[in-house]
T-cell receptor
Framework: EDKVVQSPLSLVVHEGDTVTLNCSYE??????LLWYKQEKKAPTFLFML????IEKKSGRLSSILDKKELFSILNITATQTGDSAIYLC?????????????FGQGTILTVHP | DAGVIQSPRHEVTEMGQEVTLRCKPI?????LFWYRQTMMRGLELLIY????????DSGMPEDRFSAKMPNASFSTLKIQPSEPRDSAVYFC???????????FGDGTRLSIL
């Protein structure tokens, strides 16, 4: 069974801190890994990673994938209160499950002013 | 551009009643996904369609759940009869093609009394 595990489950920081969120996975095949941010409603797409070692970056957020060690990290620098959310990691296991995402349980990030 | 549109936003009904959730995917997207999110189990895929055809319904909990996609711009998820354990937030998501990032609607918060 495909499995995605995120850590930590929750994190409390102050504005300006840098955080690193972790996602490890065990899947039969691997096609891609995706990061989403969920505030009050819909998860919103952040990054999709398919290749090892290539960093994806958007403003203060960045992510990298290690396919050998089966994990990804999401970094947020100079955190702001608006970064408070649940961050979800998901894996597309490819093969006969192509397109089917398995989600981790999420990391709840709280940023205090 | 309009995102994924779900209705209703909230639904409260008594057990045993039929519930129908609706979804309009992003125009031009060929793949549509139904998810359920609970505190205990996180975000789980129920069923997904590609070009209006169901591809994988292995996540549908039992025969009380059914989903249809009669055309490219509309899908329904039906629960009949509903039970209190079906209470959750149900999300619909769409992607341009299978394997590309999925974009989520705001969800339907379902409460079965």
């Amino acid at each position: 069974e495909d499995k995605v595990v995120q850590s930590p489950l929750s994190l409390v920081v102050h504005e300006g801190d840098t955080v690193t969120l972790n996602c490890s996975y065990e899947v039969t095949n691997f096609r891609s890994l995706l990061w989403y941010k969920q505030e009050k409603k819909a998860p919103t797409f952040l990054f999709m990673l398919t290749s090892s070692g290539i960093e994806k970056k958007s403003g203060r957020l960045s992510s990298i994938l290690d396919k050998k060690e089966l994990f990804s990290i999401l970094n947020i620098t100079a955190t702001q209160t608006g970064d408070s959310a649940i961050y979800l990691c998901a894996v597309d296991a490819g093969g006969t499950s192509y397109g089917k995402l398995t989600f981790g349980q999420g990391t709840i990030l709280t940023v205090h002013p | 551009d309009a995102g994924v549109i779900q209705s209703p936003r909230h639904e409260v009904t008594e057990m045993g009643q039929e519930v129908t959730l609706r979804c309009k995917p992003i125009s031009g997207h060929n793949s549509l996904f139904w998810y359920r999110q609970t505190m205990m189990r996180g975000l789980e895929l129920l069923i997904y369609f590609n070009n209006n055809v169901p591809i994988d319904d292995s996540g549908m909990p039992e025969d009380r759940f059914s989903a249809k996609m009669p055309n490219a711009s509309f899908s329904t998820l039906k629960i009949q009869p509903s039970e209190p354990r079906d209470s959750a937030v149900y999300f619909c998501a769409s992607s341009r093609q299978i394997g590309q990032p999925q974009h989520f609607g705001d969800g339907t918060r379902l409460s079965i009394l």
